[in-house]
């Protein structure tokens, strides 16, 4: 079990009850007019065009916070780690939504991917994270890259301040992920 930082299909967006966010998105669409923004529709082939992102979010976020402290500022802080929903389309500011998922309580806090891939950004050029080398698309290919070695050998050839904290590279290299995930296939992104 765990959490896990998914992909949310155009079907699931759109569909009532347990397994969908229809109260999210009917919510989110009221607030964007109430703002004079465009209704926001997922691409409807989003999960085929690649199979959908998946991963497991399990290690320790200390060194990652740390992290964020020392090269964010608050505001930056909270857009990068205070959301529920990520939408693929810029925000202003977080849309705080009356509408509960199964891990946001009671609010749904909506920020947009293009301000979080900017911070992660950031963090992966702060710690020289070898973007280039950590997988990306494939479910689990992240997690598992980090946990089965994948980082390891890598940090034998290309060491430098991300080997350091792994599990702080891990989260920098989540978040850069996600966001970009959700640009190119046009998707939000939620916990699961």
Do not use: H
């Not at 009917?26 to 923004?37: G, P, V």
């Not at 710690?127 to 992240?142: C, K, M």
Request: glycine share 8%; hydrophobic share 45%; aromatic share 10%.
């Amino acid at each position: 079990m765990g959490v896990y930082l998914v992909s949310v299909a155009a079907q699931d967006w759109s569909r009532p009850g347990e397994d969908g966010y229809a109260d999210v998105a009917a919510a989110l669409n009221t607030e964007l007019e109430r703002r004079a923004l465009p209704p926001y529709q997922p691409r409807p082939a989003a999960r085929e065009a690649r199979g959908w992102f998946e991963e497991k979010v399990s290690p320790s976020m200390d060194g990652f916070v740390a992290l964020c402290r020392t090269r964010l500022t608050d505001a930056e802080l909270s857009t990068l780690l205070n959301w529920s929903v990520l939408v693929p389309f810029a925000l202003e500011e977080a849309i705080v939504l009356p509408v509960g998922t199964a891990y946001s309580g009671e609010e749904t806090a909506v920020v947009g991917a293009p301000q979080v891939l900017a911070l992660a950004e950031r963090l992966a050029d702060a710690v020289g994270l070898p973007v280039d080398a950590i997988p990306a698309g494939e479910n689990l290919a992240l997690s598992l890259w980090f946990l089965e070695g994948g980082a390891e050998r890598t940090a034998r050839v290309r060491p430098g301040p991300w080997a350091e904290d792994r599990d702080a590279a891990f989260y920098v290299a989540l978040y850069l992920r996600a966001a970009q995930y959700s640009l190119q296939y046009g998707c939000p992104m939620t916990y699961s």
